[in-house]
C-alpha cells in the first residue's frame, strides 16, 4: 500500500482544480518526503530516486501551465542528476527554460513569479533562462554547462524548439570528444586534489570524494559525448567495459546511492558530507544495527571498500578512454616474453598472462626493476582485477611468491611506486590474509583519520621517504638513521603488521607481533630479523606513550625505556617506526612539539647507553652542576651573585633538577628584578620543544593551578606539558609548554606581549571573569567513559596518575579543582589529545607531601568518575 502513495501524489496533482495553492503543494511534498523516509527500508533505492524525479515532473507540469507558460514558445528542460531522472530526497532541482532569441516583458513577468513560486513551495531550484544559441555559446565555454546540456530531458513546453538544440549538442562545434574527456579528467584531479588525494576521511563527501558518486558520473559523461551512449550499459556494446565491470558499478553505485539517500533523510536537507552527527542514524537506517560506534564502523567499512572498487573502475576505464580518444602514437618497449612497456604503462603481452598466480608477483618486480615504468596499462589492470577475482588461496601461499614479496622488501625502489600499485590494486589484500581483514577498517574516533590499511600504507610510504635523499630535509634525523641501516626491509615488515591485528578484539600489538613471527618463519628472513620484526610490532606504541605522557626529562623514566628498547639498533628502528606511525595517523595532528618529543627521548636513551645503564646519576652533584652551569650564563647578564643565591636558597632541590640551567638562568635573571607584588610571566623568544614555554611565578593560592589553565585555554592555547614547583617561602613556580591554534608555537613577539600581559592582570584578580568556549556539538557523538589509573613508580614521594576522558573545554581546569578539593600537589602534567579523547599524566603528591595511599587513590578516582 505504502509503494502505491508517491501515485497518489500525482493523482493528486493531476485531477486538482487548475490552481493548486502553494501550502497544498508545500503538504503535499511533506508527505511524500515522510513516505520516502517510512519505505526506505523496504523499497530499491533506485524507485525512490525516480519516484521523487516523477513527482518533482508533476509539480513543475502543473505549476508551468499554472502560469500559463503553455501558451508562449518556451520549453521547461531537466538538466544535471535531475535530467538523469535522479533525484535523491532533498537533492537541488536543475531547470534549464529554453527560449526564443528574444522574450517578451510578459513572458519574462511569468516566468519569474514562476521562478519565486518553484522557491516558495520548498524546491531547491537552479535554473537558467537561455536561447538556443546561448547554450551552445556559453556551454563551449564551461564544461560544466557542457556536461549539464548533455543530460537534458524536457518536462513540458514547447517540443519544437528542444528539437533545434539536441542536434547541435553531437557535434563538434559544441565540444570535441577529446576536448571534453581532456576537460573532464583535468576536472576530477582538482577536484581529487582537494581531497589530498585520500578517499580514507573521516567524514567523507559522498558525491566528491574520490571513489565517490562523481566518479561514476564522470565515466558516463565521457562515454554519453564519445559514444553518444545514454547508459552505461551501452559502454559493454562498445566493448569498453565488460558486463561484470558494469554490474559492479550498478552495484557500488547503488550502496552510494542508498548511503546518500539515508544522508538526506536524516539530516532534512541537501547534505552529501556524511559528518559525524549524521553517521549513527544514517547506519542504523541502512540496517547495520543500533549499536552506535560498532554499526557505525560496519557501514563505514563497506562505504571504503566500495570507494575502493570505483576508484579503480574509473582509473582504468578512463585510461581506456584514453587510448581510444587522444588516438597518439604508442612505442613499445619489450621487457620480456610476458610484458612490454606502452607510454610507461607495463602491460601483458597476452590475455593468459596471469593464469600463473606467480606472473602477478613477477610484474611487480618488474615495476620495482625498472624505473621506466609509471604504472599499470589499463589492458593489464583488467587482466589483474579478474585473476585477482580468480585467486583460490592467498598469493603466499605460493613459495616462489613469497620470495619474490621480500626480495620486493628488499629493492631499493620496492617500496615506492611498486608498494603503492600493490595497495591500490589489492594485491597486499591478496597476499596476505589478515591485510583483507583491515581493508576499511575505520574507528570511530577524531583521532585516526584514515582506515587502518590507509593509515598503515602511509606509514610505510613514510619510512620509505625517511631512504630518499630528496626528503632529507624534511626528517633529518629519520632519514640520517634510515639511509644507515642495512635492513630495511625489517622496518616496511613491520609496518606492514604494526595494525594488522585491530578489529579482532585483544591487544592489537601482542597480536600483531604473533602473526609477524608466523610470517618471518615462512618466508626468508632469518630468525634474528624475524625477533626484531615482532619486537617492533609488539612494541609499536612503547616509544609515543613515554615521550607524550612521561617526563622524559627524569632519568628513572629513561633508564625504564631503555630496558625495554635493549640496544642502539632496536632504538634506531622504533624511532623510525614510531615517527612514520604518529606521522601517518593524523597530518592534522602531528606537530613540532611531539618531534621534539621523540628526538630528545631518542637522544636521552642513547645517551644512556653510551654511558652504561648502570651509572647511576647522582642527584646532588647534578644540582651543583646545573647551578653552576647557570651562574656562568648569567655572567653576560652582570647578575649580583649573591641576590641569585638568596634568590636560589628559597627553591627547594627538585627545581634543579627539572630544568635545565638555561632555564634556570633565564627565570632567575627576571625573578631578582621582579617586583613580588604583582605575578611575573615570561615567554619564550623561541621555541622550546617545538612549543612556546610560558613560566609564571606568583604567590601560591588556592587552586591557582586551575586559575592559570583556564586563563591558558581563554587565550585558545592548547597546554602539552606542564611543571609546577613551589617554593620554600609559599611561591609557586609554573612552565607551561603550549601551541597555538593552528598547532604552533607563537612566533609573532607582539602577540607573545599580549598573552603576558592579559595574564598577569588576570592572575591579579581574586576572581577574575573567564568565559569558557562552549563544546563542539559532534562531542555528543562520542562515549568515552573516564578512565582513572595510578602507575606503578619507583618513588614513594609521588603518585603517577593517567586520566582518559572526552576531550571538552575547561576540562583540565576541573581536574586541578578535583585535587585542590583533595588536597593534593601537582608537580607536573602531562597533556596528550588523541582527537575528542584526552589522555593526561599527572605527578602529585598528598598533603604530607609523599604518595597518595591505596584510600586516597580511591577517592580521587571516585570523584574524578563521577564530576
Request: charged share 25%.
Amino acid at each position: 500500500m505504502q509503494t502505491l502513495l508517491p501515485i497518489e501524489y500525482s493523482k493528486s496533482l493531476a485531477v486538482s482544480s487548475p490552481y493548486i495553492s502553494t501550502q497544498d503543494i508545500c503538504q503535499l511534498s511533506r508527505d511524500f518526503q515522510q513516505w520516502q523516509k517510512d519505505t526506505f527500508p523496504y523499497v530499491e533505492v533506485s524507485v525512490l530516486v525516480s519516484t521523487r524525479s516523477q513527482f518533482v515532473d508533476h509539480v513543475l507540469s502543473k505549476l508551468w501551465c499554472q502560469h500559463n507558460l503553455d501558451e508562449h514558445q518556451i520549453s521547461l528542460l531537466a538538466v544535471g542528476g535531475y535530467g538523469r531522472g535522479e533525484l535523491h530526497p532533498y537533492s537541488d532541482v536543475d531547470i534549464l527554460l529554453l527560449t526564443q532569441e528574444k522574450i517578451s516583458d510578459e513572458l519574462s513577468e511569468k516566468i519569474s513569479t514562476f521562478i519565486t513560486q518553484l522557491w516558495d513551495v520548498k524546491l531547491d531550484i537552479g535554473h537558467s533562462v537561455r536561447s538556443v544559441k546561448e547554450c551552445i555559446k556559453q556551454a563551449k565555454s564551461d564544461v560544466t554547462i557542457a556536461t549539464n546540456l548533455l543530460e537534458i530531458r524536457q518536462i513540458c513546453g514547447n517540443e519544437a524548439l528542444t528539437q533545434n538544440l539536441y542536434p547541435l549538442l553531437a557535434k563538434d562545434v559544441f565540444w570535441t570528444s577529446k576536448k571534453f574527456f581532456l576537460a573532464k579528467r583535468e576536472e576530477q584531479f582538482e577536484r581529487h586534489q582537494q581531497y589530498h588525494g585520500a578517499s580514507y576521511t573521516l567524514e567523507p563527501n559522498l558525491k566528491a570524494n574520490p571513489g565517490g558518486l562523481r566518479d561514476i558520473q564522470t565515466i558516463a559523461w565521457v562515454a554519453k559525448r564519445h559514444f553518444v551512449a545514454d547508459s552505461l550499459e551501452e559502454l559493454v556494446a562498445h566493448h569498453y567495459l565488460t558486463q561484470n565491470e558494469f554490474f559492479e558499478l550498478l552495484e557500488c553505485q547503488d550502496y552510494l546511492w542508498r548511503m546518500r539517500a539515508a544522508l538526506h533523510i536524516i539530516a532534512g536537507r541537501n547534505e552529501n558530507r556524511l559528518l559525524f552527527d549524521y553517521q549513527g542514524e544514517v547506519a542504523s537506517l541502512m540496517g547495520f544495527g543500533d549499536e552506535g560506534k560498532r554499526a557505525i564502523e560496519r557501514m563505514m567499512k563497506r562505504f571504503f571498500r566500495i570507494i575502493g572498487r570505483v576508484a579503480e573502475l574509473n582509473k582504468m576505464l578512463l585510461q581506456h578512454f584514453d587510448y581510444a580518444i587522444i588516438k597518439k602514437n604508442h612505442p613499445v618497449v619489450p621487457l620480456n616474453k610476458d610484458f612490454t612497456i606502452i607510454d610507461g604503462q607495463i602491460n601483458a603481452v597476452n590475455d593468459r598472462v596471469f593464469m600463473s598466480s606467480v606472473k602477478i608477483m613477477e610484474m611487480f618486480l618488474l615495476v620495482a626493476k625498472n624505473e621506466n615504468i609509471t604504472d599499470l596499462h589499463p589492458h593489464t589492470l583488467r587482466l589483474l582485477r579478474n585473476a585477482r577475482r580468480r585467486l583460490i588461496s592467498g598469493l603466499m601461499d605460493y613459495a616462489e611468491c613469497r620470495r619474490i614479496f621480500i626480495e620486493i622488501m628488499r629493492h631499493p625502489n620496492g617500496l615506492g611506486l611498486t608498494f603503492s600499485l600493490m595497495h591500490r590494486h589489492s594485491i597486499i589484500a591478496a597476499y596476505l590474509p589478515q591485510w583483507r581483514n583491515i581493508v576499511g577498517q575505520m574507528q570511530f574516533d577524531l583521532f585516526h583519520a584514515y582506515s587502518v590499511d590507509e593509515h598503515s600504507y602511509r606509514l610505510i610510504k613514510n619510512i620509505y621517504r625517511f631512504s630518499q635523499p630528496e626528503y632529507n630535509n624534511d626528517y633529518p634525523l629519520c632519514s640520517k638513521i634510515m639511509q644507515r641501516i642495512r635492513k630495511p626491509e625489517v622496518l616496511y615488515i613491520a609496518g606492514i603488521f604494526h595494525d594488522i591485528a585491530k578489529g579482532r578484539g585483544g591487544d592489537h600489538a601482542k597480536l600483531g607481533a604473533v602473526d609477524a613471527l608466523e610470517f618471518s618463519k615462512v618466508h626468508p628472513i632469518n630468525d634474528h630479523d624475524g625477533r626484531m620484526i615482532a619486537w617492533l610490532v609488539k612494541n609499536h606504541l612503547v616509544m609515543s606513550v613515554t615521550a607524550q605522557r612521561r617526563d622524559i626529562s627524569d632519568e628513572e623514566v629513561i633508564r625504564t625505556f631503555a630496558g625495554i628498547v635493549r640496544d642502539e639498533a632496536h632504538l634506531d628502528y622504533l624511532y623510525c617506526l614510531t615517527v612514520a606511525d604518529m606521522r601517518a595517523t593524523n597530518e592534522s595532528l602531528w606537530n613540532s612539539w611531539k618531534a621534539n618529543l621523540l628526538e630528545e627521548l631518542y637522544f636521552n636513551t642513547k645517551r644512556a647507553f653510551r654511558r652504561g645503564l648502570e651509572k647511576q646519576v647522582d642527584l646532588r652533584a647534578k644540582t651543583r652542576e646545573n647551578q653552576e652551569a647557570a651562574l656562568e650564563l648569567l655572567k653576560e647578564y652582570e647578575c649580583d651573585v649573591t641576590h641569585i643565591k638568596t634568590f636560589w636558597n628559597k627553591l627547594k632541590a627538585d627545581y634543579f633538577l627539572r630544568y635545565s640551567p638555561v632555564q634556570i638562568a633565564w627565570h632567575s635573571r627576571h625573578i631578582i628584578k621582579h617586583s613580588i607584588v604583582k605575578p611575573l610571566v615570561l615567554i619564550s623568544p623561541k621555541p622550546y620543544r617545538g612549543g612556546t614555554e610560558i613560566f609564571i611565578y606568583t604567590k601560591a593560592s588556592v587552586n591557582i593551578f586551575a586559575k592559570m589553565v583556564t586563563l591558558l585555554d581563554a587565550q585558545r592555547l592548547s597546554i602539552h606539558d606542564a611543571k609546577i614547583i613551589s617554593s620554600k617561602k609559599g611561591y609557586t613556580l609554573n612552565t607551561f609548554v603550549v601551541l597555538d591554534q593552528k598547532n604552533k608555537a607563537i612566533t609573532d613577539s607582539s602577540r607573545a606581549l599580549d598573552i603576558a600581559k592579559k595574564l598577569t592582570k588576570s592572575l591579579m584578580k581574586a576572581s577574575p571573569k573567564i568565559k569558557t568556549k562552549p563544546a563542539p556539538t559532534y562531542i555528543d557523538n562520542f562515549k568515552i567513559p573516564t578512565k582513572v589509573s595510578f602507575i606503578e613508580t619507583a618513588t614513594e614521594k609521588t603518585t603517577l596518575l593517567e586520566i582518559i576522558a572526552l576531550d571538552r573545554p575547561g576540562l583540565l581546569a576541573k581536574f586541578a579543582r578535583i585535587f585542590q578539593q583533595n588536597k593534593l600537589h601537582i608537580h607536573s602534567a602531562k597533556i596528550t589529545t588523541f582527537g575528542e579523547k584526552v589522555d593526561d599524566v599527572f605527578t602529585v603528591s598528598n598533603a604530607d607531601n609523599v604518595a597518595l595511599t591505596q584510600e586516597q587513590q580511591q577517592q580521587l578516582s571516585a570523584m574524578l568518575c563521577e564530576k
